[in-house]
């Protein structure tokens, strides 16, 4: 229950200025009483006064009374939904205004006041709800989204406008998440979200608190977990948001090479027990208002480390306030994942907080994508040398529960769309690129994939351009769109691909070191089902590859990605293959991915 009364149980106020509340949203900002009237409340325990101004007021000041040993102001104001407000902080006889840190919207591109909503709405997911997990030993494919270019038909795109087109894309292609960058409010629009002045705003650009609500159910309703992209690191400095809130360095640090970030922004300071409740009452908000199934928690390693920089040491406060968070939405919601964005080898990410862990469920393996990347930008009579790029991953990949990532940061910035990453001729790189998202999707790991990777975009993201679907039109395109549809269900439905993600006896090398003509083969297993997948990563041609084995198997083609219904020139229908005498010998074209079931051979002699 919200509480609507002027003064509170000042218990409440104590757990948030310790920060052991994940409850702040129900406290502060407008909340409507039976009466009709709102209590409007405020944490500013440095500022002298404070105004509230709005619609309801003409824009004239309202004083609001302070709590001063609690540090909060508050005033009850007859209001209505649809209001725009402000606060007027004063502090040493120096007024600023400031937008509500619990505002739920804010005029993003006017003058920043936050906005009274309704945010009643009534859910249909339930069904959903009650069957959702953490999908360790489920299928999770996850097709990474930003709202504002999906489909950009007009200058301005609401949740509601492409939702029935995304459903319809992502079940068509058997993804079974997606994720949207930020979608809190953001003062810059190129930032993408990652510099956020309304941690609890739905931003305007995109629709209303009921639009994302409803764009959620619709997911839901169709079977799509959705997570949600946000920022715990560093907040926009606009002196309008959380910068010097109360007139001093209320959110940040007041010492300057602990306030800003990389980006120019400033860092939250989590020695603060009102800013530790505040991040954890965020992510309480989200998840228990809009029904998200997880939170990918951008730039873990910069809350790990000073600046990142391994070099400085382990940032305790941060580390403690990771360790907090994970214990508090795991204790609440059991089925609701946390992933890390970690770019850093700093040991237990995913491991419980109990056993000295940061306590996330995922994270993503940026190891192995930089590896996989580099790789296949080496053009193929140089991968000779290169090797080590596909082959380590696996030395490491136990040591945390990893997602593979193919995200928007690296098709951005002039780093190149994914089908350009590629070496080779036009027409080999199209093989390459299937090539790369077969070993993504049958290596051990959860997945993720950019919009725009699974059509080959040969342009760079954009944020101000919708995707270039009309790039489809032509068959080398729409082939291998296709080839990433049916590499996705073979995916999903198949249990080897994810069961046994994290469990060594869910995978093993089958060729690993064979440099002379870069080959790689592996098993993944789960119960009595085995698959084979052999990767030729080379341009060059081999009739009777070796690969050892000392079982009588039968070994039958499930996938290829030169087949002639994905552009190439192979016939789908390859019979079975019996394993002769101790090796199983393939035939290789330039740049196959090849996947094989295998099942026992049953008869007298396997050849």
């Known amino acids: 229950m919200k509480v ?74 007859p209001a209505r939904e649809g209001d725009y407000y402000k606060f007027v902080i004063g502090k040493d006889s120096n007024f600023i205004e400031k937008a509500d840190p619990y505002g739920r919207s804010m005029n993003a591109e006017g003058d920043f006041a936050s906005l009274i909503v309704d945010e009643s709405y009534d859910f249909h997911d339930g069904e959903y709800l009650e069957t959702r997990s953490k999908n360790f030993d489920r299928p999770m494919n996850i097709y990474e989204i930003h709202i504002g270019s999906w ?15 995304l459903i319809a894309y992502v079940k068509k292609m058997g993804y079974t998440h997606i994720e949207i960058m930020p979608v809190t409010e953001h003062p810059f629009y190129p ?6 002045s309304g941690f609890f705003a739905t931003s305007s650009r995109y629709g209303s608190v009921r639009d994302l609500k409803n764009f959620v159910d619709l997911l839901h309703q169709n079977g799509i977990g959705v997570i949600l992209d946000m920022v715990t690191v560093h907040f926009a400095s606009d002196a309008f948001g959380l910068d010097h809130f109360d007139g001093t360095a209320m959110y940040e640090s007041k010492y300057q090479d602990l306030k800003y ?26 998840i228990e208002n809009f029904h998200f199934d997880g939170i990918r928690v951008d730039a873990v390693s910069y809350m790990i480390y000073y600046s990142g920089n391994k070099n400085r040491g382990p940032h305790r406060d941060n580390i403690s306030f990771l360790k907090d968070l994970s214990r508090t939405i795991n204790d609440k919601y059991p089925n609701v994942m946390l992933i890390a964005e970690d770019s850093s080898d700093y040991p237990d990410v995913t491991s419980p907080v109990d056993e000295g862990g940061l306590g996330f469920d995922y994270k993503w393996d940026l190891g192995w994508m930089n590896d996989t990347l580099r790789y296949f930008k080496v053009d193929s009579f140089n991968r000779i040398d ?113 069961e046994k993600d994290y469990e060594e006896e869910g995978f093993e090398w089958k060729v690993v070191d064979d440099n ?66 101790e090796d199983l010998v393939v035939e290789l074209w330039e740049y196959e991915a090849l996947i094989l079931k295998i099942d026992t051979y049953e008869g007298k002699k396997a050849y």
């Open 4 to 77: 609507s009364i002027s003064e509170i149980d000042h218990k409440l106020i104590e757990d948030y200025i310790r920060g052991d509340t994940s409850r702040g949203f129900e406290i502060f900002g407008p909340i409507k009483n039976d009466d009709g009237i709102y209590t409007f409340r405020l944490y500013a325990p440095e500022a002298d006064e404070v105004y509230l101004k709005g619609d309801f007021s003409s824009w004239q000041g309202l004083k609001m009374t302070k709590n001063p040993k609690y540090g909060y102001f508050y005033l009850r104001v």
């Open 151 to 165: 489909l950009r038909l007009s200058d301005r795109v609401n949740f509601l406008d492409i939702v029935d087109k």
């Open 191 to 196: 930032s993408w979200g990652y510099q956020s």
């Open 261 to 286: 970030s990389e980006w120019g922004s400033n860092n939250f300071d989590y020695s603060k027990g009102h800013v530790r409740s505040f991040m954890k009452s965020v992510f309480t908000y989200w």
């Open 386 to 498: 290169y090797q080590k790029y596909i082959n380590f991953s696996m030395f490491y990949f136990y040591n945390e529960n990893f997602i593979l990532p193919l995200s928007h940061d690296e098709v951005v910035h002039l780093k190149g769309s994914m089908i350009k990453k590629m070496s080779g001729s036009y027409e080999d790189s199209f093989k390459e690129l299937k090539l790369l998202y077969t070993y993504q999707m049958t290596h051990p790991g959860k997945k993720l994939n950019f919009m725009g990777n699974d059509i080959a975009t040969f342009d760079e993201w954009n944020e101000n351009a919708s995707i270039n679907w009309d790039i489809l039109k032509f068959p080398v395109h729409d082939d291998l769109n296709r080839y990433v549809r049916d590499l996705n269900y073979l995916y999903k439905d198949n249990k080897v691909f994810y």
């Open 516 to 581: 002379e003509n870069s080959v790689f083969a592996y098993e993944r297993r789960a119960g009595d089902e085995r698959f084979l997948v052999i990767l030729n990563m080379t341009n060059t041609y081999k009739g009777a590859y070796h690969i050892p084995y000392d079982e009588n198997l039968i070994f039958k083609e499930v996938l290829n990605n030169l087949d002639k219904k994905y552009g190439g020139s192979r016939d789908a229908d390859r019979k079975k293959i019996i394993k002769k005498g």
